[in-house]
């Protein structure tokens, strides 16, 4: 079993910047692939950015050039820095950690942006 903990959420005005964490309990870290997840009221979950392994990363059209996720494999824990922060953005937001056939999620973080 592989626990992922999320923080890093909260309330911020439009245009300010936050940086979510997530850490997990795995020793085969760097093995997976590290994903971020996120889910507004009333609507699919969605893939916002993706490190697939060896500095490759994804990232959604919606948020190219605002974010970017980064990992830090010694210390088992992946990192998204958002900037530019949009009313749109707000959303609970996952980490989610997957290997071959194994997928964990964290329980997921508030993200709020308002006035």
């Known amino acids: 079993q592989v626990q992922l903990v999320e923080s890093g959420g909260g309330l911020v005005q439009p245009g300010g910047s936050l940086r979510l964490s997530c850490a997990a309990s795995?020793?085969?870290?760097?093995?997976?692939?590290m994903d971020w997840y996120r889910q507004a009221p009333g609507k699919e979950r969605e893939l916002v950015a993706s490190?697939?392994?060896?500095?490759?990363?994804n990232y959604a059209d919606s948020v190219k050039g605002r974010f970017t996720i980064s990992r830090d494999n010694a210390k088992r824990t992946v990192y998204l820095q958002m900037n530019s922060l949009k009313p749109e953005d707000t959303a609970v937001y996952y980490c989610?950690?997957?290997?071959?056939?194994?997928?964990?999620w964290g329980q997921g973080t508030q993200v709020t942006v308002s006035s």
């Open positions: 989610n950690w997957r290997h071959y056939t194994l997928t964990y």
């Open positions: 795995t020793s085969i870290f760097s093995a997976g692939v």
């Open positions: 490190y697939i392994s060896g500095g490759s990363t």
